[in-house]
T-cell receptor, first 115, second 116 residues
Framework: AQSVAQPEDQVNVAEGNPLTVKCTYS??????LFWYVQYPNRGLQFLLK??????LVKGSYGFEAEFNKSQTSFHLKKPSALVSDSALYFC?????????????FGSGTRLSIRP | DTEVTQTPKHLVMGMTNKKSLKCEQH?????MYWYKQKAKKPPELMFV???????INESVPSRFSPECPNSSLLNLHLHALQPEDSALYLC???????????????FGQGTRLTVV
């Protein structure tokens, strides 16, 4: 079975500082990993994905994520946070052999950027 | 057009009502999904359609009835719902279900459903 964990319910960062939102995964076979962002009362917006290739993936709005196979992690990062980055962030995984069609979401991390 | 459009945005219904949620995409995607999201929780998969055929039903109660009339449309028919069914219902689509396509899902804005 595939699963994804986001160990932090909330991350607080000052504007201009770097931010990291953590994600670890468990999947049989090759993992396909995604990050989504959700603003209040809105749907999910796709940020970036890792399929294969370079471990550092660049996405929308200046976000990037680093795939680490040995640590089974896919942490989301941004060098300089903006107040407008405050939102709910979900890590998601799609993979395995029998559940290829499912995208499973982590519990979410609320990112709060203070001015 | 990279949008998934859901209507209505908000819906209040009684426990004896029958209503439908609608979802539309014109990206040529052949996989469509319904998710349910409670407040401050991750989306939970309900149904998956692939090429207009139901591919996955995550043991959803029969008071929720999905329908995919064509490749662009996905409906969720609601009947005899309970107050605990109140949630944000999200529709999503992707190019295909195939794992080899490695495709992300595009989400609509959701329908905020309140059952009274």
């Amino acid at each position: 079975a595939q699963s994804v964990a986001q160990p932090e319910d909330q991350v607080n960062v000052a504007e201009g500082n770097p931010l990291t939102v953590k994600c670890t995964y468990s999947v049989s076979g090759n993992p396909y990993l995604f990050w989504y962002v959700q603003y209040p009362n809105r749907g999910l917006q796709f940020l970036l994905k890792y399929i294969t290739g370079d471990n550092l993936v660049k996405g929308s709005y200046g976000f990037e994520a680093e795939f680490n196979k040995s640590q089974t992690s896919f942490h989301l990062k941004k060098p300089s946070a903006l107040v407008s980055d405050s939102a709910l962030y979900f890590c998601a995984v799609r993979g395995g052999y029998s559940s290829a069609s499912k995208i499973i979401f982590g519990s979410g991390t609320r990112l709060s950027i203070r001015p | 057009d990279t949008e998934v459009t859901q209507t209505p945005k908000h819906l209040v219904m009684g426990m004896t009502n029958k209503k439908s949620l609608k979802c539309e995409q014109h990206m040529g995607h052949r996989a469509m999904y319904w998710y349910k999201q409670k407040a401050k929780k991750p989306p939970e998969l309900m149904f998956v359609y692939s090429y207009e055929k139901l591919s996955i039903n995550e043991s959803v109660p029969s008071r929720f009835s999905p329908e995919c009339p064509n490749s662009s449309l996905l409906n969720l028919h609601l009947h005899a719902l309970q107050p605990e069914d109140s949630a944000l219902y999200l529709c999503a689509s992707s190019v295909t279900l195939s794992i080899t396509m490695n495709t992300e899902a595009f989400f609509g804005q959701g329908t905020r459903l309140t059952v009274v």
